[in-house]
């Protein structure tokens, strides 16, 4: 069913159990049993033109496909063609506009326009020229100053966007406790000028990272598969929220109405002790000890979700055997699984390619396109 249609189909909520002929047992999904999905490397984009990649953090993938990537081993911007060849260094650091700070995340503003957001709060705005390089064209918020305390989550329309408020951390000491495993967070739309126009639209919970005393310092680590609620913007209309705690993934209108519901029965998956070696391997000795009886027994359904016209791709595991990715479509029937490689972190899902960050520790960073046939 196309998604556009979804929507004028359902104006109540149906109730959807996420079923398949494959890889079901008992009226539970058992992920690893379903059908293996085809998956190609297309491109992967990297060194070259004298660009030698540092810490690929950010990805932005522009509507002909060329690759922004932030890098924030050199504090540059760096923009690919959609077949991986170095194209241009668009942003390098520095403080004046449209220059890159040493903390810096990069955007979709909409209209295929690139947001630098510096540290600071100052966000400038890139847009291709007549060749397709991407140019700094001005200061988002004009001359009337920097906006700080929101993070932009999706675009909304050309005047507002999806943000929640940015969490601050005023007591290390008090978290270092580690007392609660997850902290509440809301979803609000801003405009251009970072004003709130609708407060609290919906409600996230989030997992509180593990913070360990070092020395007069402290360190954070990620406490591995903790529910983490997610939003995520729906092609065409609307939004979901997909709650791996209670396995459900609610779809939502404009209006903030809620017009769908699945609601998935997956088998249990244990987390076992390879899968505590791989998530927590860069943790020291002493901080691995205090996580551990953290770690939940059972793995969540998924860990996190992207959403295409026709399909929901949920990431399922991540393992010493690469990351899983399962298919679903918007009526609760899932269509199969991949695998892709441990190093990818996977940026964006567009249609039927997926883009990732991949973090290879002896080869260096790049950026990876991967198309699935199914």
């Not at 999905?37 to 810490?55: I, K, S």
Request: hydrophobic share 35%.
């Amino acid at each position: 069913m196309a998604l556009k249609n979804l929507y004028l189909l359902l104006p109540f909520i149906l109730l959807l159990k996420a079923c398949s002929g494959s890889g079901q047992t008992d009226g539970t999904i058992v992920y690893d049993e379903l059908t293996e999905v085809d998956v190609q490397l297309l491109a992967e984009a990297g060194e070259g033109n004298d660009y030698y990649p540092g810490r690929i953090h950010h990805l932005f993938v522009s509507s002909n496909g060329d690759l922004l990537v932030g890098d924030m081993g050199s504090n540059t911007i760096e923009q690919f063609s959609p077949d991986g060849e170095h194209r241009a260094t668009i942003a390098t650091q520095g403080g004046g506009p449209g220059e890159v700070s040493g903390f810096f995340s990069l955007h979709d503003a909409g209209g295929d326009t690139l947001m630098l957001e510096n540290q600071g709060g100052r966000r400038d705005l890139f847009y291709p020229n007549d060749s397709g390089i991407y140019t700094y064209i001005r200061n988002m918020t004009g001359d009337t100053g920097t906006y700080e305390g929101f993070t932009l989550i999706g675009v909304r329309s050309e005047i507002e966007f999806y943000a929640t408020r940015r969490r601050v951390i005023r007591n290390p000491t008090e978290m270092m406790s580690n007392s609660n495993d997850y902290y509440d967070s809301y979803v609000l739309v801003v405009n251009r000028q970072y004003e709130v126009v609708s407060d609290s639209i919906q409600h996230l919970s989030a997992p509180e990272m593990h913070m360990h005393s070092v020395g007069d310092g402290f360190s954070i680590h990620t406490v591995p598969f903790r529910n983490h609620d997610r939003f995520v913007q729906v092609p065409g209309n609307g939004y979901l929220v997909a709650r791996p705690a209670s396995s459900e993934i609610e779809f939502f209108n404009e209006q903030h109405e809620q017009t769908g519901l699945i609601t998935m029965s997956v088998a249990d998956r244990e987390v076992s002790d390879e899968d505590l070696d791989h998530t927590l391997q860069n943790a020291s000795s002493e901080m691995r000890r205090d996580i551990e009886p953290r770690v939940y027994n059972i793995k969540p359904p998924f860990l996190n979700l992207w959403a295409t016209e026709d399909l929901l791709w949920l990431q399922t595991d991540n393992s010493a055997l690469g990351k899983q990715l399962v298919l679903m479509d918007y009526e609760g029937n899932f269509q199969g699984q991949f695998t892709i490689s441990k190093f990818d972190e996977v940026q964006q899902v567009d249609a039927n390619r997926i883009y990732t960050i991949h973090r290879n520790p002896d080869l260096g960073d790049s950026v990876r396109i991967y198309e699935i046939k199914i």
